[in-house]
Structure formats: C-alpha cells, structure tokens
C-alpha cells in the first residue's frame, strides 16, 4: 500500500490517493484499489459536522438558561437575605450585644417579610426591647429625654396589652420624670412625645392619673396592688406639688399617705417619706437655721415639718407594733430602737439587713426632729451595709455641736474607713464639690464655648467651699483640683487663659488621671468629672507621656488629696517607678501609673516663650512629630519638607499624614510669623526640611538682598535619628537664614525609624474598673461634640468608642455612682449639655418598676 500526493487540477485542491495492489492467485494479474482521502474521511466530516451542529444549537439554548437560572438563584438569595437572614442576624446582634449598650439600638422595621413567623418574632422583640429599657440607666444615660422616650414607649405598650398596673406604674414614672425636667427642656419634650402624649405635660397630671390608677386597682382586688402603692404614689404627687408651690395640696397628699403607711405598718415608706419631705423643708430654710430647735415639739408651725414629725413618730410606731423596738417613753435612740451597744447586733435583731438604709434614714430624721445626735450615734454604730456616702453623711452630722471627746471617739471608729477625714466636719449644707473639668483643646471650633461654659459654672455654681481642676486632653493639668475659695480670682484668670489649641486625643488616660485624683478625696466631698471630647482616643499614636525630670507633676503623698511635687533627678531603682520630691527632706517613690504631668512640662518646657506664645495665639496643633519655622520680620518665608510620600509646603498643605496647618505672611502682614508643620503618627522614613524666602515685603521687611534669621525647632515624641547618626527624642532647635528673593536655607535631615505601636487596648477596661472602685459619690458627665467635628465617620474606632462609652456609664451604676454621655449636635448644644451638668440635682427616686 502506498500514498501518493496529487494536485488536482478540475478541483484545485491537494488531494491524497491511497492504492493497494491484490494479487489473485493462479493468475498473473493483481487487483489494484483506489480511494482519494476525502471518500475515507467524508463520512466522519459530516459526521463531526453534524454533532457541531447539534452541541451549537444546545448550548444556545442551555446557556441563556443556566445564566437566567442563576440570575433568579442569586436574586433570590438577595432577597431572602434582606427578608429574612438579614433582619434575624441583626436581631442577634441586637440582642447579643444589648446588654452592655443598654439596648440602644432600635429594632428595624421589617420589609415585606416572607414568613409570618418572622413578623411577630420582630413585634415581640420590639416589645421586649421596650422593656429593656425600662427604667435602665445603661439606655438613657442621664438624659431625661430619652428615659421620657422609653416610659412612653413602655406606657403604650401597657396599653396595648391592657396591663391596668403597668399603665399605673408608667404613668408615676413619667410624673417623677417630668419633675427632674428642666424647664428649658420641656418644649421640646412635648415636641418629640407629641404623637405619644395628649395634652401638656404636667407631671401632677400625671402623678394624679397613676394615684386614681393604684386606688382602681386596690379597690378591684387581684392586681398585687397594695394601699402602700397609693401612698408611696401620694408621695411623689405631694412632690410635685411642692415643685409648683401648691403647699396645701402637697399637705392633703402627703397626710393622706401617712395615714395609709401607718395603718398597713409600712415603717420603710414613712421613714424614705419622712426623709424626702425633709429634705424638700430644708431646701426651703437658709442654712444656718438647718440644726435649730425647730422641730424639738409636735407642732412646728409648718405644714410639711408637721407632716414629718407625724411622719418619723408613725414610723417608730410601726416598729414598736411589730415587736422591733422596746415599748419605753424616753426619746433617747438606744431605748426607743431597742439598740445595743455591741456594734451591729442590735440592727441585725431589728431588720433584714436590706433593710439598713431605710432604718439609717430613719435615724436622720428623728436625729433632725428631735434634735438628739444619739439616733446618728447608734446607727454609726450598729447598721451594716450602708453605702459610703450614708455613712460619711451621718458621721459628719454626728459630729458637729459635740465636744472633742465625742469627736475622737466618732473619728476612732471612722478612721478605718477608707476617705475620712478627722477633724472639724464640714460646714452644714451641700456637700462640697470637688470637680475636675478634662477638656479637648485640640480643635478650636468647639474651645471658645467650652471655656466659656466652664467660666459660667465656676461663676454661677461654685461654693467657696469647692474645689475645681482643669485637665487638658493627653497633656495634663492646667491646675489641680484647687479651693475657690481665696483663689477665685487666680482660677478663672487660669480658666480664661486655657482658652489655647494645645494637646492630644489621649481620652482614657486622661480620665484615668482625673478618676484617681477624685479618688484621694474624702466621701466628704461630692465629687464631679466632666469631659469634653470630640474624638475617639488616639493615645496609640500619640507616643509615652513626657515625665521628664525636674518637671511638675500632682502624684499622691500619703492619704489625702494628690499634691504637687517634682520629678527628681536620681533614677529609681525600679524602672516602673519614679522618684517625687514634695519639698524638703520627702522623695517618694511612685507608681509611674500615679504620676500625672501639667500641661505644658513636657516637649514645650524648654521651648522659646515668644514662640510657644505665637503657635497657641495661631491655634498650631502638635503631633508625634512636630516642626514649627519662627522669624521676625514681614516677609514670605516657607516651610518645605520632603517626605517618603511628597513634599509639604503652602501649595501642597496634606502629604503622607503631616500637615502644614499655620502657614503666614503671604500678605506681608506681621512681624510675628509662625509656621508650623504635624503628624498624628509620623511614617517611616527620611525627611528633608528647608526654608524659602518666597518674596520680601511689609512694613517690616528686611531690605532685598538682605539676609532673613529664623529658628526652625523640632519637638518628637518617638526616637528619630539626625543627620549625624544620633538618635533624638524631644526638643531640638536648628537656627537658619534665608537670602535673596527664592533663597533658601541650608537643609535639615531626619530619620524616622520603625516605631512598634503601644498596645493601649486595655485602658477601656481599667477605666471600668477604676470607676467601679470608686465608693460612691461621684458624677461623670461626658459631653461628646463628635457630631461637630466630624472626624473620619468610617472609622473602626467609632463602634468601640460608643461601646466604651456604654461600659463607663453601666460601671457607674454598678456600684451607685451616676453616669451621663450627652451628645451635642452643634456648638449651642454644647452650651446646653454643660447647662445641664450644672444643673444636675439628685433624682427623689420614686420611680416603680414594673
């Protein structure tokens, strides 16, 4: 068999002939077999040509279909991720991280839902959220709007449900709510519930309502509503009427649920009713008069002390009735309490200790009605588990108009305890005030009402007594908690020149300082925090704290209030430690944790006066890394710097996270110029600075041709490594001149090496537990201007910032303290937010629950 290749010429093609030759047998010829290689392979072409046509024709069809199918396969799966996956994930959410927030978030409406199931899932949780935030401080955090929001969110649900007692409950939190209002405020509350509530809100309307309502209750019977709820609902109506003056209906109220406690033997709620009404008499009196005789006979000449008197005797009634005290005549605490004078056996007898703070208010006020200081005596010395402040309270009281043997023997008993104070007691009245003010200076818009917030409640709602202290954000104190008192004239000139851009956003160490400085003053003192921030804390990037020696700093020495002292130059031994010298003869060794810096002893302390003095006139920010040009004349001079990722000057202001924020004399207008270039967190790299003499000119200007000096300084909170090779940290100053119109200077050269980043993510949590180891008696209000400045809304940081900020308020509650994060939407609502720290008073604490 052979092939042999041929071109045809009828065709015009190349074409392959296959022959094969047979010979036949006895013969001698061969057959001869000829075949062209198309009739071989034709029938597999048009076999293979047909099967194409077939695998085209359905893959036309299939494909078309499988993209259609996929398209309705993905959307839907978007669909029933928004419908259903969507909506039960961040039910999970809500609910998983609720507790800690307060249950903040709302719960989302539902879109087109495709399961019924799921709809009511959502109706009941929107339900249950609502009782979640009922009477919960996480939630409204101090502001009263919102805890009005949720009680009428709560009031329609009871409602809703017809729960006659929940409506009744409601309705009196809602009254003793609107009665801590302030007037200011009560527009724009009727603004916001006017959907939810008819009518004015008067919180006696209210107040009255939830009276009508436990009298209902009461009188239909199976509602686990006793006359002790009419009385105590009594109570806060006769408030309210004591708020809007009307002392007669205050009377009727007020009698009438005395009477009711003291038929039922109810003696807590006329001792807590005793104490309340008194409290509102002696807001009614001038100070002075607070321990007269007044109330040494039956009929005091006063409806409300009258009511007070009839109030404490019914409740020692009551106790007598139930067997709790000795059945003797005498006034005397320890026969009409049944006491005895082994320390804390006598109340153990008397009452569930549960019970210790109602039997203690108690004490007070029959110590108050019948001028005798032994009711104070025996509680001190006989009830357990009152909370500090009671205690501080009563031993304080008890002390005054005692002699000195008494004294002794009430601080002898005290002295273990930690933040008492021996001695003379404090005046009668408010408690004093210690307040530390930790403020943002960092951006200007928000400093100017700021100051002037802070000067309108030095002026207006600080006693002599008080003591005040500013803290700048992330770099110390301005001054330290300090009397007003002989110093007010120093103090507010000291508040009025705070009014300078200066510092970090070092949040939760700042208020770590300001928490422990509270911390070391007595339970004597009311003590207050108020922050002012408008920025998540950026101390990961802002680099250790200066404590350089021969610095102020306030550090504690012994017991009592931080004092002012200086970093010694001998090194301790113990790196974790400095050395604080007090004065002569007295170096402590202390926790660097407890060493807190001023404002301004740190990178600033060695630096030019005049130059300092014009970076805070032009509102200069500083950084991890900073420079800042200083000349003297009214010319043009620039401020160049070459860095890994551009250069910074006047036509390029932001590069590679510097920012050229001072840039002066392009007007040729002053003879005092700065110019002044930062970094949040300086990167990596080489960089390169030089000065220019962009143009003479000005009434000041050095003639043409003239040379221009300068000083040129670099302040650095990480090593940086300088042209020689030595590595810098802190302030260095570099002196210069410029020549000629576009002359520049001589070039300076740093190096910024690899810095790790400081792990801060504990400070949130030591924040929560430096606030819970606070024993009472403390205010901390945050006054949050982020909706002012704006910053970087993406950022990561904003979740955990809110969530902390949860943290904080949730640990103050936990141990009885008062926490508010008021949020201020522009710079009027800042004024307002700190309107109403100095406005804040105590809650009477009538609320129900439900």
């Known amino acids: ?23 036949v047998s006895g013969t001698p010829y061969q057959l001869v077999l000829t ?16 099967l194409q046509t077939v695998i085209s024709t359905h893959l036309g069809t299939t494909i078309p279909i499988f993209i259609i199918a996929a398209l309705v396969s993905i959307r839907a799966t978007i669909w029933f991720n928004a419908r259903f996956v969507g909506p039960v994930q961040r039910l999970v959410g809500l609910f998983s991280r609720g507790e800690k927030s307060g ?21 009941n949780f929107k339900k249950l959220v609502v009782g979640l935030r009922f009477g919960n401080p996480q939630f409204h955090q101090g502001d009263k709007l919102r805890e009005l929001r949720a009680l009428c969110d709560a009031k329609a649900l009871m409602e809703e449900t017809g729960n006659l007692r929940g409506i009744g409950v409601c309705l009196s939190n809602l009254g003793n709510c609107l009665r801590g209002l302030k007037d200011s405020k009560k527009l724009e509350a009727q603004q916001m519930l006017s959907g939810l509530v008819s009518g004015e809100l008067d919180p006696k309307e209210f107040l009255r309502l939830a009276v009508e309502n436990a009298r209902q209750l009461v009188a239909e019977g199976g509602w686990e509503v006793t006359t002790d709820t009419v009385g105590q609902r009594l109570l806060g109506l006769g408030l309210a009427y004591i708020d809007a003056k009307e002392i007669p209906k205050a009377e009727v109220c007020l009698r009438e649920a005395v009477q009711i406690h003291a038929e039922t033997g109810a003696w807590s709620n006329l001792a807590r009713l005793a104490s309340v009404v008194l409290g509102k008499v002696q807001a009614m009196r001038k100070p002075e008069s607070l321990w007269a005789k007044s109330f040494s006979s039956k009929e005091s000449g006063e409806p409300l002390a009258d009511i007070v008197l009839e109030a404490a005797d019914a409740a020692v009634t009551a106790l007598r009735a139930h067997g709790k005290v000795k059945d003797l005549e005498t006034n005397a605490a320890p026969v009409v309490l049944g006491a005895s004078n082994t320390s804390g056996q006598g109340a153990d007898r008397m009452v569930p200790s549960h019970q210790s703070a109602d039997l203690a208010r108690l004490c007070c006020v029959l110590s108050t009605v019948h001028f005798d200081k032994s009711f104070l005596h025996w509680a001190i010395d006989n009830l357990p588990n009152m909370d500090g402040k009671q205690l501080f309270d009563m031993a304080n009281d008890a002390k005054r108009d005692v002699d000195d043997v008494e004294m002794a023997r009430i601080d002898g008993f005290m002295k273990e305890i930690p933040g008492w104070t021996a001695g003379m007691p404090p005046p009668v009245g408010v408690a004093p005030k210690v307040i ?26 600080v006693d002599d007594a008080d003591h005040v202290g500013v803290y700048g954000l992330g770099e110390g104190w301005i001054f330290p908690p300090t009397q007003k008192g002989g110093n007010a004239k120093e103090l507010l000139s000291k508040i009025l020149d705070a009014q300078k851009c200066s510092g970090e956003c070092v949040l939760y160490r700042s208020i770590l300082d300001a928490v422990a400085c509270l911390g070391s ?60 010298d007090f004065g002569p003869q007295n ?9 807190q810096p001023f404002a301004g002893e740190g990178l600033d302390a060695g630096m030019d006066p005049e130059l300092k003095r014009r970076l805070e006139k032009a509102g200069a920010r500083t950084g991890q890394v900073t420079l800042s040009l200083k000349w003297d004349t009214t010319d043009d001079l620039d401020l160049h710097v070459f860095t890994p990722a551009g250069e910074i000057s006047y036509s390029n202001k932001k590069v590679g996270g510097g920012w050229l924020d001072v840039d002066m004399n392009p007007d040729h207008q002053t003879n005092e110029p700065v110019e002044n270039v930062f970094w949040d967190q300086c990167p990596t790299g080489k960089y390169t600075v030089v000065v220019e003499n962009f143009s003479y000119g000005g009434p000041h200007s050095a003639r043409p041709g003239e040379p221009i000096n300068f000083s040129l300084v670099l302040r650095t909170k990480v090593p940086v490594r300088l042209m020689g090779g030595n590595m810098h940290k802190g302030l260095l100053t570099w002196a210069g001149t410029c020549i000629g119109s576009k002359g520049r200077s001589q070039t300076w050269e740093f190096t910024v090496p690899h810095t790790p980043t400081p792990d801060t993510s504990s400070r949130p949590k030591e924040v929560c537990k430096a606030l819970q180891s606070m024993p009472g008696n403390l205010t901390v209000a945050v006054v949050d201007s982020s909706k002012i400045s704006g910053w970087n809304p993406s950022s990561i940081r904003w979740p955990a910032f809110r969530s902390n900020m949860a943290s904080f308020m949730n640990a103050l509650a ?29 809650d009477a604490g009538l609320d129900e629950h439900l």
């Open 1 to 23: 068999t052979w092939v042999y290749a041929w071109h045809n010429p009828d065709t015009g093609e190349d074409e392959n002939w296959f022959y094969s030759f047979r010979p």
């Open 521 to 580: 003053y007595s339970m004597a003192f009311s003590r207050w925090l108020v922050v002012l921030t408008d920025l998540v804390d950026l101390e990961d990037v802002s680099g250790e704290r200066d404590l350089l020696a021969g610095s102020r700093v306030l550090a504690p020495n012994g017991n009592g209030p931080f004092e002012v002292g200086t970093i010694d130059e001998a090194p301790c031994n113990d790196a974790t430690k400095l050395n604080v």
């Open 436 to 461: 530390v003010f930790v403020i943002d200076r960092t951006w200007v818009p928000i400093l100017e009402v700021c100051i002037s917030s802070i000067r309108t409640i030095f002026t207006k709602y």
């Open 103 to 123: 249950y903040c978030d709302d719960v989302p409406d539902p879109k087109e839902p495709c399961a019924k199931e799921l709809t009511i899932v959502m109706s």
């Open 814 to 842: 936990q141990c009885g303290n008062s926490g508010h994060h008021l949020q201020a939407d522009n710079l009027a609502g800042i004024q307002e937010k700190f309107d109403e720290v100095a406005a804040m008073l105590q």
């Open 587 to 595: 170096v402590v060794e202390i926790p660097k944790s407890l060493v």
């Open 35 to 50: 075949a062209v290689d198309r009739e071989i392979h034709g029938a597999a072409i048009r076999l293979q040509d047909k």
